[in-house]
């Protein structure tokens, strides 16, 4: 039973293209996340979505449209990909926060996809 | 800017060795600091530290927080090879927003 997936795993592709990749959530959470990850290693929130609404949207440039269509699924749409964006892009879920005051929710990662743009 | 920087980036020990690893941060808004291991794929949540000189422990791994100084250090005692990741520290500043440092490479060696 995985909690939260992500598709594809994989993803390489040239520069300029489009690409969606999907993550979804079984575990009946209220919060999604995306995060990308560098080449550093550093783990960099990019967006947060709580019952379908925007509530965490960093600076990223707007190639870059997350598409909630309900609370268990959170797609990030890329548009006219750059060599840069090559990354490892994780999703992840946890409880609705507001229901509990200002303290942490476990954040559940995704396996992660990793994006090569040629 | 918010900053969490973990040392050393790298570490490499013999099965059995004791290692510490350490995170430092300067961020805003500070409601807690978390340790993450991530192996191949995704971050697993290891501890949550919210207080000073408290020492959470779980197993061979524990972890305790110097808010006056602004820094952590996660231990790990009798190391195995199953021990060998990357250690993530991150910072929670509320509103479920995570400032994650670069990480430590862990690698033991039989």
């Known amino acids: 039973d995985t909690a939260v997936s992500q598709t594809p795993k994989y993803l390489v592709t040239q520069m300029g293209n489009d690409k969606s990749i999907k993550c979804e959530q079984n575990?009946?959470?209220?919060?999604m996340y995306w995060y990308k990850q560098d080449s550093k290693k550093f783990l960099k929130i990019m967006f947060s979505?709580?019952?379908?609404?925007?509530?965490i949207n960093e600076t990223v440039p707007n190639r870059f449209s997350p598409k909630s269509p309900d609370k268990a699924h959170l797609n990030l749409h890329i548009n006219s990909l750059e060599l840069g964006d090559s990354a490892v892009y994780f999703c992840?879920?946890?409880?609705?926060?507001?229901?509990?005051?200002?303290?942490?929710?476990?954040?559940?990662f995704g396996p992660g996809t990793r994006l090569t743009v040629l | 800017e918010d900053k969490v920087v973990q040392s050393p980036l790298s570490l490499v020990v013999h099965e059995g060795d004791t290692v510490t690893l350490n995170c430092s941060y300067e961020?805003?808004?500070?409601?807690?600091l978390l340790w993450y291991k991530q192996e191949k794929k995704a971050p697993t949540f290891l501890f949550m530290l919210?207080?000073?000189?408290i020492e959470k422990k779980s197993g061979r791994l524990s972890s305790i927080l110097d808010k006056k100084e602004l820094f952590s250090i996660l231990n790990i005692t009798a190391t195995q090879t199953g021990d060998s990741a990357v250690y993530l520290c991150?910072?929670?500043?509320?509103?479920?927003?995570?400032?994650f440092g670069q990480g430590t490479r862990l690698t033991i060696n039989p």
């Open positions: 992840a879920s946890s409880q609705d926060l507001r229901t509990r005051g200002d303290f942490y929710n476990e954040q559940f």
């Open positions: 575990l009946g959470h209220d919060t």
């Open positions: 979505y709580n019952n379908k609404e925007l509530i």
């Open positions: 961020v805003t808004n500070f409601r807690s």
């Open positions: 919210t207080s000073s000189g």
């Open positions: 991150a910072v929670f500043k509320g509103a479920q927003k995570l400032v």
